[in-house]
């Protein structure tokens, strides 16, 4: 079940996401989906910097890790609706989990 409000504050997770891999990085699910629609790792770091609030779809407690929550954002981007799921790891590092067409 999920929550109507995020967990992490987006515009830390943006500014980690930016900053590059110290403070940050892309799981293989995620880069795996940006390369299906023929996008690179920029891309993805770009479409993330892009998010706003009213972007924010859930907030949903990972399947893997019980106890630890990722939000996830719909951004229509260049007529391509992006699902982008982004949590905070334990280590303090911003993870993009998914990064697909919705």
């Known amino acids: 079940m999920g929550r109507g409000v995020p967990t992490y504050d987006l515009h830390e997770l943006q500014r980690l996401i930016g900053q590059g ?4 990085w892309t799981t ?13 790792r920029s891309d993805i770091i770009e ?10 779809y859930k907030s949903m407690e990972s399947e893997q890790c019980p106890g630890l929550w990722q939000d996830v954002y719909h951004l229509n981007r260049g ?9 905070m790891s334990p280590d303090g590092r911003a993870v993009v989990v998914q990064f697909k067409r919705r």
């Open 21 to 24: 891999p110290v403070s940050s």
């Open 28 to 40: 293989i699910t995620a880069e795996r989906g940006a390369a299906e629609l023929k996008l690179q």
């Open 47 to 56: 479409a993330v910097l892009e998010l706003m609030p009213q972007h924010f």
């Open 79 to 87: 007529g391509v609706v992006l699902y982008i799921k982004l949590q």
